[in-house]
């Protein structure tokens, strides 16, 4: 766009304004190069992420499933027949080499699923546990002697003041 100037000695276009530009103004301009950056405009896709309506779930295989991976990935010889397969299925290399270390403890026991959720209590909290409860019985085997020695001087007191008690009165 070449510089002109006005009556008034100030340049138009760019510099003329202050601020932001006018959207009336940039549409104009848009619109006069619509017919060449229309193709262009329809190529470019939309960079919004679109979210998705439903939630996730995690997919499960079971074992009989695994195994039949398992063996068409072994059958395979010609290049890239691996990828063809873990893209054919959605899995990725490292889900096939846990499968194998699965299949190697034991085919039965090492492709079955495992169940998810709250682990049972370790064996090093187990034996935290049972080495408090052990403390805590030897605390309240002490008091029970300590009870029992008390219970017994209150039965001889008593019994001596009945005998002191019975000889006052006689």
């Known amino acids: 766009m070449p510089l002109q100037t006005v009556n008034s000695g100030v340049e138009s276009g760019w510099r003329e304004r202050s601020g932001e530009r006018s959207e009336p103004e940039r549409e104009r301009q848009l619109d006069s190069s619509a017919e060449t950056a229309a193709p262009a405009r329809a190529a470019i896709p939309n960079p919004q992420v679109q979210p998705k309506t439903g939630k996730a779930k995690r997919r499960r295989f079971s074992a009989s499933d695994k195994q039949r991976i398992l063996e068409a990935v072994d059958q395979t010889t010609e290049p890239g027949a691996v990828g063809r397969i873990l893209r054919r299925e959605g899995i990725y290399h490292s889900q096939l ?74």
């Open 97 to 170: 080499s846990k499968w194998r270390q699965q299949r190697a403890s034991g085919i039965s026991t090492g492709l079955a699923d495992k169940p998810r959720g709250v682990k049972g209590p370790g064996v090093k909290s187990l034996q935290q546990e049972n080495r408090k409860l052990q403390r805590e019985n030897v605390r309240l085997h002490k008091e029970l002697q300590r009870a029992e020695i008390i219970i017994e001087f209150q039965k001889k007191a008593a019994a001596l003041f009945e005998i002191t008690k019975v000889t006052e009165e006689s």
